[in-house]
């Protein structure tokens, strides 16, 4: 199985606390979509020994792509790679890209089942006009609520995206921002802690006072909020930040996260294969100029044992799959499980982890920390 994933770098207006690479100017969009066009064909053999089992367009922002745009992407895979027969191909959209206009003769949700888009992926956030504006979202809350209605008319794989832990919100806010949610029937959520990344405009007006910093116990709380009441409605937790009901869980990342190969199309985005990692320039121009001259911009680090031993600890431990004790020993050697295993008692005699079935995991009370866990578990080079 391999996955393709698609970076769009387009963006409406900037949301405070995002350090993705994107621009808010659309001038040279038609050159960034022929790039992309070349990439996909300069990069094919990459993947002649495997089906490619998902697409996902990520970005940026890929609903400011019209149906057109997005096909031409589409087809390019089609053309160059050897594509399953029921492959999951994922948009991320903002609510107001989703909104219908008035003299369209079909509204953008059958336009996306029309060219292969099975599963979108819906920036929400938060319902909370507030959080909104705070964060500096493009949609309002009514947008989001008729977006999600709209969407499930058409599409039944659908996630929305959640943020937690942001200044001025309250444990009933946060509540009430699952609930709505759960409201609409979604069959996965993604949410993820607010977090403050360094150049962004969200740290910045944190540096001058004119918002509060991010709370980490608010924020902690907030989680274990969650978990507990998606839990109690039927969702599985499968990975750190996802929830989904069963037959739900999102194809594109679970592949990421238990070590499957995936090429990064686009300004920015990383590829992965096992043995390497690479990524692309963060410059739209430089991308372009690049791709026509049939360049690939593209950095290589070659990940010696321990850095495929650490990732598979950080991707293991994120996930309900957990870390097989059996491949760590088959994989990496016999001194690597049992310095894993003398590492790894102190977080277990603190009930953060626990070993079953030969398989480590994270116990519940250790979720939250399941980063910072896994990191003090790696091993230098």
Known sequence: MAGIYIHIPFCKQACHYCDFHFSTSLKKKDELLQALVTELQLRKDEFKNSQVETIYFGGGTPSLLNKDELKVLIDAVYENYEVSDNPEITLEANPDDLMAAKDASTTVFQDYKSIGINRLSIGIQSFFESDLKLMNRAHNSAEAK???????????????????????????????????????????????????????????????????????????????????????????????????????????????????????????????????????????????????????????????????????????????????????????????????LKESEKHISNQLLYIKDNTLRVTKKGLFLSDGIASDLFLLN
């Open 146 to 340: 008729i977006a999600m209605e709209e969407a499930t008319q058409y599409f039944d794989n659908i996630s929305v995206d959640l943020i937690y832990g942001i200044p001025g919100s309250t444990t009933e806010q946060w509540q009430e921002n699952i609930e709505t949610a759960l409201a609409f029937n979604m069959p996965h959520i993604s949410s993820y802690a607010l977090t403050v990344e360094p150049k962004t405009a969200l740290a910045s007006f944190i540096k001058k006072g004119i918002i509060d910093n991010v709370d980490d116990a608010l924020a902690e709380q907030q989680f274990h909020i969650l978990v507990d009441t998606l839990t109690q409605h039927g969702y599985v937790h499968y990975e750190l930040s996802n929830f989904g009901k069963p037959d739900y869980f999102s194809r594109n990342n679970s592949a990421y996260w238990q070590g499957k190969p995936y090429l990064g199309i686009g300004p920015s985005a990383h590829s992965f294969n096992g043995k390497e990692r690479g990524w692309n320039v963060r410059n739209n121009s430089k991308y372009i100029n690049a791709l026509a001259e049939k360049n690939l911009p593209i950095e290589i680090e070659k990940l010696s044992k321990t850095d495929q031993y650490n990732e598979y600890i950080m991707t293991g431990l994120r996930t309900i799959w957990g870390v097989s004790l059996e491949k760590i020993e088959q994989d990496f050697g016999l001194r690597f499980k049992e310095l894993l």
